[in-house]
């Protein structure tokens, strides 16, 4: 619980994002990510920049509600694999897509002139450093 202007209000609270640091856009699952990764709660704290009580206070709100913020991390964690999954083969499909199209366009007149004259300079240079 954090105090402000006499009234006291939850330190975690339950957002359009999941359970969050009140007054932030901080996520509890953010938190359990660097816990997972064996951060210290100081350097989380820093790291986010909470205060000490809102540190206190969110590692006592997982301890006491172990079950159900695991629950709710681990389909975070199910969500985002998903999404990585989807635009990981989203890309792939991009790229295949480019490639394809790169290899069967034939390159511009403009461009042949472009690549003859880098080829030629890339063989002299080529010929002087050989030459060392």
Same mark, same amino acid.
């Given at each position: ?13 339950? #957002? ?26 100081e350097l ?13 206070d969110v ?6 509600? !172990? ?14 694999? #998903?999404? !990585?999954?989807?635009?990981?083969n989203r890309? !792939? ?40």
């Amino acid at each position: 619980m954090v105090k402000t202007n006499g009234n006291i209000q939850p330190t975690v609270i339950r #957002t359009q994002r999941g359970l969050s640091v009140s007054g932030t856009r901080i996520t509890l699952y953010q938190i359990m990510a660097c816990l997972q990764a064996n951060l210290s709660p100081e350097l989380i704290r820093d790291r986010f920049k909470l205060s000490i009580q809102q540190m206190n206070d969110v590692l006592k709100y997982i301890n006491q509600n !172990r079950d159900e913020v695991e629950t709710e991390y681990q389909k975070i964690l199910e969500q985002a694999e #998903t999404n !990585r999954q989807y635009w990981e083969n989203r890309h !792939r499909e991009q790229l295949l897509n480019a490639e394809q199209y790169i290899a069967t366009t034939p390159p511009q007149q403009a461009e042949e002139k472009i690549w003859t004259k880098l080829h030629t300079w890339k063989n002299r240079i080529a010929q002087e450093y050989s030459s060392y």
